[in-house]
């Protein structure tokens, strides 16, 4: 099978058809372009589910909040998911897709704490509802295409299902697998160049590359910063035989986040969780805040500066953490996730089909 991966992806990628780009800006430039409704050859983008406008639920499920209209949004745009906690702290220093993939904000048009513009401006959201920043609509290109009219929540983006750096990263493992290590690291190495700039801070990889399963590792975690919220990653545990393993430590490590702990001690300042400060910068829009960065040095602010204040690590509602026990027991997985890694086929679809069809899995 890695045969025909291996050259499948290479004779795609020596097509020439399509492009990755290499500057840091085009990672962010690409979300951009799929916001605006950009299509053109010879992109990164393979194939996307294509939505005319009023269809689709992209940047209403996917997407960053916004509580009401605004100057991008014609309605509330509530998203159905959020990113783990974990996963923003996952993220290696100076790697652009961070703050791409990941937003601790929200947009409001009246907030307890800030006044900004009335059209809109950034508020800080809390660390249980850091969002997914792909498919903001603040990327959209308002004076081409205007704002997103989300009108019953459908708002006409396309959805991108494979990629260049898809197919870059597929053409690592299979070399990877076939013990070719020097060609798989240099399709990895293509795309942390992107990341990162240079020669990709190869050094900043916590595994011998040189060995298969260093290399194998490697190839996994940049699969897991490149393709958040792409629909990718849980399939890409389920084919590893991952899936429970990966969030049985993601269950660990939030605990960890929440007493600053571990990896993410650097959270803690003086005994004490960092305390984040934030303020709208001058336009009267964008959200300035420190403290929620690990590799920022740990920021107090001078004296007479106006800053608000909020708990991060050890944040809560209604003195409840939001990182509780509870919330960790539930939040990722409720029964055991190696055992039921379809959904079920709905029971009006099995009664449509009077009962030709099952479900398994124990359903």
């Known amino acids: 099978m890695w045969n ?3 050259t499948e992806t290479e004779e795609l990628l020596a097509s020439g058809y399509y492009n990755l780009p290499t500057d840091r800006g085009s990672f962010e430039q690409f979300w951009r372009d799929i916001m605006s409704d950009v299509i053109s050859v010879g992109r990164e983008s393979i194939f996307e589910i294509g939505f005319r406008t009023g269809r689709g639920r992209v940047a209403h499920t996917f997407g960053a909040f916004h509580e ?10 509530s998203p159905y ?23 601790p904000y929200k947009y409001v048009k009246s907030d307890k704490k800030l006044t900004g513009n009335a059209d809109g401006f950034q508020t800080l959201s809390s660390i249980n509802k850091m969002y997914f920043g792909k498919f903001r609509a603040e990327y959209r290109n308002i004076k081409s295409v205007g704002i997103l009219t989300n009108a019953e929540n ?10 260049v750096a898809d197919v870059v990263l597929m053409a690592a493992e299979a070399n990877c697998m076939l013990e070719d290590q020097g060609a798989a690291l240099g399709y990895l190495q293509q795309i942390r160049r992107r990341a990162f700039g240079g020669d990709g801070a190869m050094d900043k990889i916590p595994y011998n590359i040189g060995s298969k399963s260093g290399m194998l590792k ?6 897991m910063f490149e393709f958040a919220e792409e629909l990718i990653r849980k399939q890409d545990l389920i084919r590893w035989g991952e899936l429970k393993e ?3 430590i993601a269950k660990e490590e939030t605990a960890e986040l929440r007493e600053c702990i571990g990896d993410f001690s650097v959270m803690m300042d003086g005994g004490e969780p960092r305390t984040v400060y934030y303020r709208l910068k001058s336009d009267g829009e964008t ?17 007479g500066e106006e800053w608000q204040e909020a708990k991060w690590t050890n944040g809560e509602s209604n003195d409840v953490p939001y990182l ?6 539930k939040v990722y997985y409720q029964g055991d996730p190696d055992k039921r890694q379809l959904m079920p086929i709905m029971s009006i679809l099995i009664a449509g089909s009077q009962y030709t069809l099952v479900n398994d899995y124990g359903y």
């Open 4 to 6: 025909i991966v291996k």
């Open 68 to 77: 009401d209209a605004d100057k991008y949004v014609a309605k509330k745009v």
């Open 81 to 103: 998911f959020v990113a783990s906690p974990i996963y923003y702290y996952r993220f290696q220093e100076g790697d652009v897709r961070r703050d791409v993939t990941v937003v």
């Open 154 to 163: 459908d708002e006409g983006i396309n959805f991108p299902v494979m990629r």
């Open 218 to 223: 490697a190839i996994k975690d940049e699969r």
């Open 246 to 248: 990966a969030m049985d």
């Open 287 to 303: 959200l300035e805040y420190h403290n929620i960065d690990p590799y920022e040095d740990t920021f107090t602010p001078g004296v």
């Open 324 to 329: 509780s026990d509870e919330y960790i027991g």
